[in-house]
T-cell receptor, first 112, second 114 residues
Framework: GDSVTQMEGPVTLSEEAFLTINCTYTATGYPSLFWYVQYPGEGLQLLLKATKADDKGSNKGFEATYRKETTSFHLEKGSVQVSDSAVYFCALYGGATNKLIFGTGTLLAVQP | EPEVTQTPSHQVTQMGQEVILRCVPISNHLYFYWYRQILGQKVEFLVSFYNNEISEKSEIFDDQFSVERPDGSNFTLKIRSTKLEDSAMYFC????????????FGSGTRLTVV
């Protein structure tokens, strides 16, 4: 079945460091891909999405490119801030059913 | 911005007791969902609900679980005879239609079974 694998955390970075969180997927067909973020005490918020191969989703300085050839959707940010500390979830939506399939989440801790 | 509201934020219950987790979806949304996340594990789909009936459910969603839309605004998840392994964060979500557009999550209810 469809699945998402993302790098385990926690990821600890200093402010202004470069961030990469790896995500790969397995799916039949052509899923949409997402990154969700969960700040402490809050719900899951959509950070960015991409719906087809080579699309780049971007928001708040974060980017991810839908790579069909490597079945990946890695999250990147050039310069992280303390306020980016959160749990990041990679997810896919396959279209055949009305559900999202999530990875395990990666905790990012940014230190001043 | 419209929100999905979940109550309570944290619930502690004794093993064997019944719990009801409550959600108020976005008012013009038609599809409703429950997901859960056991600590350190994946966020897992439990059930989707449309037109007053379950449209899809996962293997996790067995006879211990039920969902209901008792009125025009609430969407509830009932867990009968809770077990220790039901301890998790439960997320409600809603969407205006089929498809991923507008899929909105609540902040979750942390259920602790002791």
């Amino acid at each position: 079945g469809d699945s998402v694998t993302q790098m385990e955390g926690p990821v600890t970075l200093s402010e202004e460091a470069f961030l990469t969180i790896n995500c790969t997927y397995t799916a039949t067909g052509y899923p949409s891909l997402f990154w969700y973020v969960q700040y402490p005490g809050e719900g899951l918020q959509l950070l960015l999405k991409a719906t087809k191969a080579d699309d780049k989703g971007s928001n708040k300085g974060f980017e991810a490119t839908y790579r069909k050839e490597t079945t990946s959707f890695h999250l990147e940010k050039g310069s992280v801030q303390v306020s980016d500390s959160a749990v990041y979830f990679c997810a896919l939506y396959g279209g055949a059913t009305n559900k999202l399939i999530f990875g395990t989440g990666t905790l990012l801790a940014v230190q001043p | 911005e419209p929100e999905v509201t979940q109550t309570p934020s944290h619930q502690v219950t004794q093993m064997g007791q019944e719990v009801i987790l409550r959600c108020v979806p976005i008012s013009n949304h038609l599809y409703f969902y429950w997901y859960r996340q056991i600590l350190g594990q994946k966020v897992e789909f439990l059930v989707s609900f449309y037109n007053n009936e379950i449209s899809e459910k996962s293997e996790i969603f067995d006879d211990q679980f039920s969902v209901e839309r008792p009125d025009g605004s609430n969407f509830t998840l009932k867990i009968r005879s809770t077990k220790l392994e039901d301890s998790a964060m439960y997320f409600c979500a809603s969407s205006p239609g089929a498809g991923d557009r507008g899929y909105t999550f609540g902040s979750g209810t942390r259920l602790t079974v002791v």
